[in-house]
């Protein structure tokens, strides 16, 4: 048990930090598109070309590395399908390159990445299902809670099912969505403290009010127990410990967007503003999580026969 | 990073395991099992004894103590399981996990000699004699006076919500030496052996279960100087010190969950239906737990390294209070039938979540350090 970086993950944090502050960022999603953007092939090509991509070894259980990879990207709102490649990718049997969405059995509608998807991963009950290449051209769909998103409405029955186990791949799935939440939240936690720390009235920092300090304290409990949870569970890879990273993720979420909004005050309705970056993408997770099966439901069956 | 558990701890949790599965299932059901009561009290007694003579105690202590070096994280298994379990150690956990190193810290070898191998060999009680009327949160305001007459102390004021006071042998006691100094200074630690001349106790019936709170009013009490820990007017930093890591010395997530899964077991053997939102409570509350942990465990890797103490412990804290209240909530969704019934798992656990804010600092005040130490929050 050790609660911090070895030389390796330090060293990779340091190279992930340079590569993001050039190609990633708020003003980078701003030329993206803000809140609507469109796929970051850049920033992918750049993480790949790093090796950033296949830190965690095909087979190996343990993608601790590749979730400390997955949490930079996703505080630095990078716009790319980078935690399906991270951390699905290693569980499969073949390598996958280039973007992929990845969808719950009989999924119909919108999907992230699915634009610029070269192929699906659909989890279902009993199997897992490899669809590529796409058979037609995706509709783009206007989301505006920051992320490419296209309509899917005709997936494919058949093609490569995948001999891998359905739950592992959940598993690895809520971890991945996890842990982007957790980037999201921390980017959005972290902006809302500075803007309480200059932001006057009544001839004080809005910041040394005891209501805000009791709020956002509760949202650095909730998001650090969240980001921890997220990583144990990228160690041990088993899927009760993704559910309840996963759940806890969305409980966070839950707090965090509403009060990072509401301390914001009107600055947060704008665009002008980076909040709306972090905080609509945490509800586009949130809605992609609960789509792969409710976590909550899914750790409660996990841990007890329950009958209702 | 990472996040597995070496061959020594697991060996060591198995072992433990092995041995509360031989030891506790005849004798720890219903009263017993509940926190504070007089079963439970008696039991411990006898609990501690036998982990005492398997050395698991006070593993963590130096063998010049009576321990076995162990590493903060045989402490935080050996918790962990216990509270697990309805935590069998009862009143003794303070003892092990905070009174005894803060005797080993600041006591003479008198002291020392005196009181540690009664700790270690498991047959004594001690209270915290810290609350009082008027110095609750703002602990630093107590005015219980202690006023120096030649080789003793002579103690007066009151102590209040006193866990343990009406069977302790023992109290670890805070009180004012210098009336004139700012409130965090003038304060003195004195072991304080009990029942003594001019100490009155009284119990005060509580609501959150068997366990009851005592009010200690002391009237003269002569206590001898012999008897202070650690130097005169600087007991704060004696405290302090002591409670640096005791915000997560009672995994009481591991009690919430245990009690959790008991409220479920129930529910189930009787056939009764959990719906789908008890379902979704539970593992929400289920995840709470687990963040508990997870937060908790950080702190301890920090004990492990011995850093000095950080806000993660009151991060810590703050998740073990939310864990206990999202557990209560999912007792009572998934079986409202059986919350009714006093003893029930899920009553306790309504009671124990009530006083889980406001026991070993209040949760106001955690959110108050947190905001300042850890997202640097200016101060208001």
């Given amino acids: ?36 953007p469109t796929y970051d092939h850049d920033l992918e090509r ?126 690895w799935a809520r971890i991945g969505l996890a842990i982007e939440m957790v980037g999201a939240m921390r980017f959005a936690t972290d902006l809302t403290v500075g803007y309480v720390t200059d932001r006057k009235q009544f001839n004080r920092a809005l910041g040394s009010f005891q209501a805000l300090q009791h709020g956002l304290a509760e949202c650095a409990v909730a998001v650090e127990g969240a980001r921890w949870l997220s990583l144990e569970a990228a160690h041990y890879g088993t899927p009760q ?30 665009q002008e503003f980076d909040l709306h970056l972090a905080t609509m993408r945490v509800v586009a997770l949130r809605a992609e999580a609960e789509a792969l099966g409710r976590p909550a439901t899914a750790l409660a069956r996990q841990g007890w026969a329950l009958h209702s | ?10 060996g060591y949790r198995a072992e433990l395991v092995t041995f509360l599965d031989k030891e506790l299932p005849d004798h720890w059901h219903g009263e ?13 007694r006898r609990f501690a004894g036998l982990l005492a003579e398997r050395g698991w105690l006070t593993p963590h202590w130096p063998s010049e103590f009576g321990g076995y070096d162990a590493s903060p994280w045989t402490l935080a298994v050996l918790g962990e399981e216990l509270w697990s379990r309805g935590e069998p150690r009862g009143a003794q956990y303070m003892n092990v996990n905070w009174i005894g190193p803060s005797i080993m810290a600041n006591g003479t070898a008198e002291q020392q000699s005196r009181y540690l191998p009664p700790i270690s060999a498991g047959n004594v009680i001690w209270c915290q004699g810290f609350s009082e009327p008027d110095a609750g949160t703002d602990l630093a305001s107590l005015r219980t006076r202690a006023e120096r007459d030649g080789d003793v102390y002579i103690v007066n004021g009151t102590k209040i919500w006193t866990s343990y006071g009406d069977v302790a042998e023992h109290c670890y006691l805070l009180v004012r030496t210098d009336s004139e100094a700012e409130s965090h200074r003038g304060i003195t630690v004195l072991l304080v052996d009990m029942p003594t001349a001019g100490l009155e106790i009284s119990t005060i019936p509580g609501v959150v279960g068997d366990h009851s709170f005592n009010e200690l009013i002391f009237t003269d009490v002569r206590v001898p100087v012999a008897n202070r820990l650690g130097p005169e007017n600087e007991g704060w930093t004696v405290v302090r010190e002591a409670l640096s890591y005791e915000r997560v010395g009672s995994p009481r997530w591991a009690r919430a969950a245990y009690l959790l899964d008991e409220t479920i077991e129930c529910a189930t053997a009787e056939g009764r239906t959990i719906d789908a939102i008890a379902v979704e409570a539970i593992g929400v509350a289920k995840a709470a737990c687990e963040a508990a942990r997870i937060l908790s465990y950080r702190v301890i890797d920090e004990r492990a390294r011995e850093v ?14 939310q864990a206990e209240r999202l557990v209560a909530e999912a007792c009572l969704a998934i079986d409202v ?5 006093y003893r029930s798992p899920s009553n306790y656990q309504l009671r124990k979540a009530l006083a889980a804010g406001v026991a070993a600092g209040a949760y106001e005040v955690q959110l108050n350090l947190i905001s300042r130490l850890h997202l640097g929050l200016p101060k208001g």
């Fill in chain 1, 1 to 36: 048990m050790d609660f911090h970086l070895n030389d390796d993950q330090s060293a990779i944090r340091d190279a992930m930090a340079t590569l993001l502050t050039r190609h990633a960022g708020a003003t980078r999603l701003r030329h993206l598109g803000g809140d609507d």
């Fill in chain 2, 1 to 10: 990073m990472e996040f597995g558990w070496d061959n020594e701890h697991s």
């Fill in chain 1, 241 to 270: 410990a993704a559910a309840a990273a996963l759940t806890h993720a969305i409980q966070a979420s839950k707090i965090v967007f509403g009060r990072t909004h509401q301390y914001c005050g009107a600055m947060g309705f704008t």
């Fill in chain 2, 32 to 44: 017993t099992a509940i926190l504070g009561s007089k079963a439970n009290t008696e039991y411990s």
């Fill in chain 2, 308 to 321: 000095p103490p950080s806000p993660n412990g009151n991060i810590a804290r703050v998740a073990m209070v």
């Fill in chain 1, 46 to 171: 750049h993480l790949e070309g790093a090796g950033f991509l296949d830190i965690a070894e095909a087979g190996s259980a343990n993608r601790l590395d590749a979730a400390l990879v997955q949490e930079a990207i996703s505080l630095a709102l990078g716009t790319a399908a980078t935690s399906s490649r991270l951390l699905i990718a290693p569980s499969l049997p073949e390598a996958i390159k280039g973007p992929v969405s990845v969808v719950a059995e009989g999924h119909r509608g919108p999907a992230r990445f699915a634009t610029d998807a070269v192929a699906l991963i659909v989890i279902g009950q009993r199997d897992v299902r490899f669809v590529a290449p796409l058979p037609l051209s995706v509709e783009r769909v206007v989301s505006r809670l920051g992320w490419p998103v296209g309509q899917l409405d005709d997936v494919p029955e058949g093609d490569v099912m995948i001999d891998v186990d359905p739950e592992e791949i959940r598993a």
């Fill in chain 2, 337 to 341: 039938g059986n919350t009714l019934t």
